[in-house]
């Protein structure tokens, strides 16, 4: 029989793997570690402040994913972020999203419809009162990802959650994050959403597939355009 004290054991590596990649991940979007920048798994120890044995064991994950890979004679790249990865990324965002907010039309409570909606009208008051800044622009960040977030993982499918995230992450790296929320974007950003919002309070997914591929396009339009 397995002891009391193997399962804590063995999930404790693994509760540094989690670590592990959150810290390069965290470092990828501070630009600490940059696209395109070759590195060590010694540098990535130096890095991320965890050791050789968890990084070996985080830079599988890493090439699964598409954030490393191995070229040869030459070591592990960062991933490169060009047009094919703007393209991709966008592409699998349409389809994963346009179902995602059909059935989030179909299914979202009331009360959490209204809390979007809330969230969001409160950054568009605040932009048009004449705020500007890193403040409003972080929030503005925030409510645009969880909005997003809440899309998917109403569909409690840990595959899909999983993968939304990493592209949501290639997206932040795209051309060095120019296709991050600025003061010059935040109301048509909100607005979009705001119309995403509006389909769905009147549950018609039709509607709110649609909304929310016009406004993926319309991001993809803005990162091809830097």
């Given at each position: 029989?397995?002891?009391?004290?193997?399962?804590?054991?063995?999930?404790?590596?693994?509760?540094?793997?989690?670590r592990?990649?959150?810290?390069?991940?965290?470092?990828?979007?501070?630009?600490?570690?940059?696209?395109?920048?070759?590195?060590?798994?010694?540098?990535?120890v130096?890095?991320?402040?965890?050791?050789?044995?968890?990084?070996?064991?985080?830079?599988?994950?890493?090439?699964?994913?598409?954030?490393?890979?191995?070229?040869?004679?030459?070591?592990?790249?960062?991933?490169h972020?060009?047009?094919?990865?703007?393209?991709?990324?966008?592409?699998?965002?349409?389809?994963?999203?346009?179902?995602?907010?059909?059935?989030?039309?179909?299914?979202?409570?009331?009360?959490?419809?209204?809390?979007?909606?809330?969230?969001?009208?409160?950054?568009?008051?605040?932009?048009?009162?004449?705020?500007?800044?890193?403040?409003?622009?972080?929030?503005?960040?925030?409510?645009?990802?969880?909005?997003?977030?809440?899309?998917?993982?109403?569909?409690?499918?840990?595959?899909?959650?999983?993968?939304?995230?990493?592209?949501?992450?290639?997206?932040?790296?795209?051309?060095?994050?120019?296709?991050?929320?600025?003061?010059?974007?935040?109301?048509?950003?909100?607005?979009?959403?705001?119309?995403?919002?509006?389909?769905?309070?009147?549950?018609?997914?039709?509607?709110?597939?649609?909304a929310?591929?016009?406004?993926?396009?319309?991001?993809?339009?803005?990162?091809?355009?830097?």
């Amino acid at each position: 029989m397995m002891s009391q004290s193997e399962p804590e054991r063995e999930g404790e590596p693994l509760k540094l793997r989690e670590r592990a990649y959150a810290s390069f991940t965290e470092r990828l979007l501070a630009r600490e570690i940059k696209p395109g920048q070759f590195v060590t798994q010694r540098e990535l120890v130096a890095m991320t402040g965890f050791p050789l044995g968890a990084i070996r064991e985080l830079i599988p994950r890493l090439e699964a994913e598409g954030l490393i890979k191995t070229v040869p004679q030459r070591g592990m790249q960062v991933a490169h972020v060009d047009l094919n990865l703007i393209r991709n990324a966008f592409q699998f965002r349409l389809f994963l999203e346009k179902e995602a907010t059909a059935a989030y039309a179909r299914n979202a409570s009331d009360a959490e419809i209204a809390e979007q909606r809330e969230r969001h009208e409160a950054i568009v008051r605040r932009a048009e009162a004449g705020e500007e800044g890193q403040a409003l622009i972080e929030e503005a960040e925030d409510v645009d990802r969880l909005m997003h977030e809440a899309i998917i993982d109403h569909l409690d499918n840990d595959i899909v959650s999983q993968a939304f995230r990493v592209t949501w992450l290639k997206i932040r790296l795209i051309r060095q994050y120019e296709t991050r929320i600025h003061n010059s974007i935040i109301v048509p950003v909100m607005q979009d959403h705001l119309k995403i919002i509006a389909a769905i309070e009147t549950r018609d997914p039709e509607a709110a597939a649609a909304a929310m591929s016009e406004h993926i396009n319309n991001a993809r339009t803005r990162a091809m355009s830097y």
